[in-house]
């Protein structure tokens, strides 16, 4: 959130606010200074690494790491780690680093190399992902605060009078539950940035993820994940990261005074689409709509999602990704549902010992001269005959949406499950016997939206939502709404 304010600096003056906003991940940046090997910090390398967005981390160095590459040159090396630091003296690491290019050499102009990483942190020298050194970590994404319910500024005329006041609430600061381990805390923070004729005040709210002895990167990177997918989930819509912030080691500067380094993450992102998001209305859930506390529910969010992580990250990618081909988003969505209730629902047609009695029974039958390729074709496809095919998980997961609150969605009649069935088929075999029976332009999209808005209903569900409020949650998104109501696309 961001307000630009005149004239108003005594009414917002305040050193806790005079703080320089670190970059987000989707800014785009420089860092120019001196790198290295961490095994080889000696043999220090001028060069400038360049964040995007859409490209990630990448190092272009005047000069090479090994001595040897400027007379001889030698084939690319990848690196696990590049360290460095930037003129202004910030410590950087970049991980899974990458040789993209090499240039010069065999005692010709000077070598230049192009590195790419996977990872970067702004903030402290450490040499591997998995050092467990960082205390807490501090989540940034799209309208946490609409999710949260809070808002930061009241901007109204004074009375009687030609002045205007602005008002900021600083009093983010409560828990949001615990699991396992692991404290979740809700805060906020605020920035300045001020000229002789303009003042600019820029506020946000954070998930502080605190766990009970000092964590990984990849550890924090995944909880930061797992939170942002919950508050998606709650909005209905792809929340794309704003800002990961570390709590790395203590740093004494005197006898008295000391404090935990702040560690800076950016990384290449999978949806860089998300710079131009479209506004949607408020969030299904928000955090006031959790029981309280929210442990449980929480814990069960977080269990499910190592359970479920195959489930959830095509869901999180069908609801992100607009860009993509609607076909793709298609299979990723459909596929998401079907996996879901393998996962939530693990039944067969028949008893496994009867099936296992059943396909011997069946191979066995097979006319000897078979060749072995249809043998082996045979036998894969009566290793999973025992399953309920697409058509009965949909019809199944209906049921279970009708049983806990009292009706289904409109729109899944026999013929529109047929289509999906189809369609899924199509794109999975390219069959021509489907042609004309598939799903197409605004009736595809539209399945999609029906099977995400199905996926929403059973995840609430899932989690520990009671049904009252699931049901609530359906009717604050506005198309959602209607696709709930109403047979066919919405006008």
């Known amino acids: 959130m961001r307000l630009n304010a005149f004239a108003l600096r005594r009414e917002v003056d305040d050193e806790s606010m005079s703080m320089a906003k670190p970059h987000d991940i989707n800014d785009s940046f420089d860092l120019d200074g001196f790198w290295w090997l961490p095994e080889a910090p000696e043999r220090r390398v001028a060069g400038v690494l360049r964040y995007t967005q859409e490209e990630g981390p990448v190092l272009t160095l005047t000069g090479t790491f090994d001595p040897t590459q400027e007379a001889f040159g030698s084939e690319m090396e990848d690196r696990a780690v590049i360290h460095g630091t930037t003129k202004d003296e910030k410590h950087v690491s970049l991980f899974k680093v990458l040789q993209m290019s090499r240039k010069g050499g065999f005692f010709q102009e000077a070598v230049h190399e192009v590195y790419r990483g996977h990872t970067l942190a702004v903030g402290w020298h450490f040499a591997s992902e998995e050092e467990q050194i960082f205390s807490k970590s501090y989540v940034i994404f799209?309208?946490?605060?609409?999710?949260?319910?809070?808002?930061?500024?009241?901007?109204?005329?004074?009375?009687?009078?030609?002045?205007?006041?602005?008002?900021?609430?600083?009093?983010?600061?409560?828990?949001?539950?615990?699991?396992?381990?692991?404290?979740?805390?809700i805060g906020s923070g605020f920035y300045t940035d001020k000229n002789s004729t303009s003042f600019t005040v820029s506020a946000h709210c954070y998930v502080e993820i605190a766990p009970d002895e000092p964590k990984s990167l990849r550890w924090h990177s995944a909880a930061a994940f797992k939170i942002r997918g919950l508050a998606s989930l709650c909005a209905g819509r792809h929340l794309p990261a704003r800002r990961l912030m570390l709590d790395g080691p203590e740093v004494r500067f005197s006898k008295d005074h000391s404090r935990n380094t702040e560690v800076s993450v950016y990384a290449s992102m999978l949806h860089q689409e998300s710079k131009k998001v479209r506004q949607y209305e408020r969030p299904m859930i928000q955090t006031s709509d959790f029981p309280d506390p929210a442990d449980e529910l929480l814990q069960r969010w977080f269990d499910g999602y190592e359970d479920f992580s195959s489930a959830q990250y095509l869901?999180?990618?069908?609801?992100?990704?607009?860009?993509?081909?609607?076909?793709?988003?298609?299979?990723?969505?459909?596929?998401?549902?079907?996996?879901?209730?393998?996962?939530?629902?693990?039944?067969?047609?028949?008893?496994?010992?009867?099936?296992?009695?059943?396909?011997?029974?069946?191979?066995?039958?097979?006319?000897?001269?078979?060749?072995?390729?249809?043998?082996?074709?045979?036998?894969?496809?009566?290793?999973?005959?025992?399953?309920?095919?697409?058509?009965?998980?949909?019809?199944?997961?209906?049921?279970?949406?009708?049983?806990?609150?009292?009706?289904?969605?409109?729109?899944?009649?026999?013929?529109?499950?047929?289509?999906?069935?189809?369609?899924?088929?199509?794109?999975?075999?390219?069959?021509?016997?489907?042609?004309?029976?598939?799903?197409?332009?605004?009736?595809?999209?539209?399945?999609?939206?029906?099977?995400?808005?199905?996926?929403?209903?059973?995840?609430?569900?899932?989690?520990?939502?009671?049904?009252?409020?699931?049901?609530?949650?359906?009717?604050?998104?506005?198309?959602?709404k209607k696709l709930w109501k109403e047979e066919g696309n919405p006008s």
């Not at 869901?315 to 990704?321: I, Q, S, W």
């Open 315 to 480: 869901f999180l990618t069908a609801l992100a990704d607009r860009g993509m081909f609607i076909n793709t988003r298609f299979s990723f969505a459909i596929q998401a549902l079907e996996v879901f209730h393998r996962l939530s629902y693990p039944t067969t047609i028949i008893a496994p010992k009867d099936h296992a009695a059943l396909q011997k029974t069946l191979m066995s039958a097979i006319p000897e001269g078979t060749p072995a390729v249809m043998r082996d074709k045979l036998k894969g496809l009566l290793a999973f005959s025992n399953e309920p095919s697409l058509g009965q998980r949909l019809k199944a997961l209906l049921r279970e949406v009708r049983a806990r609150l009292g009706e289904a969605p409109a729109g899944f009649d026999k013929a529109f499950v047929k289509r999906l069935v189809d369609t899924r088929n199509y794109y999975t075999h390219f069959s021509p016997n489907f042609e004309g029976q598939i799903l197409a332009g605004a009736d595809m999209h539209y399945g999609i939206r029906r099977i995400v808005l199905l996926l929403v209903v059973l995840q609430f569900l899932r989690i520990g939502l009671d049904p009252a409020t699931v049901r609530a949650a359906i009717d604050k998104q506005s198309e959602f």
């Open 142 to 185: 799209e309208d946490i605060e609409e999710w949260l319910g809070h808002r930061f500024f009241d901007f109204r005329p004074v009375e009687d009078s030609t002045d205007w006041r602005l008002n900021i609430d600083r009093s983010v600061s409560r828990p949001l539950g615990q699991i396992e381990g692991v404290k979740f805390n």
